[in-house]
Nanobody, 127 residues
């Protein structure tokens, strides 16, 4: 079992930046695939980015490529999402997630591949 706590959300203007953090506690002796998803009211949760347990492989949704960067600090069991060039359409609740599975390019974006979820952090981008 692992617990995830997100932080770093907030309000910015279009073109601004935010850095989200996700701290994992509990059974952090095991490394997990981890990722970020986001959700707006009335829409399904969508995968934003994911990273392999060792941090060597990352996946990004097309709509964030070149703007968002995912990284992890294994020693501190922390996941980061640097978000640059934010646009109003990026406004959502962002959720950190961890998976017992080794995620692949065909599965990382599926919410049902993740076992553990944080409570979410709100990101609001104004035009």
């Amino acid at each position: 079992q692992v617990q995830l706590v997100e932080s770093g959300g907030g309000s910015v203007q279009s073109g601004g930046s935010l850095k989200l953090s996700c701290a994992a506690t509990g059974n952090t002796d095991k490394t997990y695939s981890m990722g970020w998803s986001r959700q707006v009211p009335g829409k399904e949760r969508e995968g934003v980015a994911a990273i392999s347990p060792g941090g060597g492989i990352s996946y990004y949704a097309d709509f964030v490529k070149g703007r968002f960067t995912l990284s992890r600090d294994g020693a501190k069991a922390t996941l980061f999402l640097q978000m640059n060039g934010l646009q109003p359409e990026d406004s959502a609740v962002y959720y950190c997630a961890a998976s017992d599975f080794l995620l692949r390019s065909t599965s990382w974006y599926s919410a049902d591949r993740y076992n553990y979820w944080g409570q979410g952090t709100q990101v609001t981008v104004s035009s």
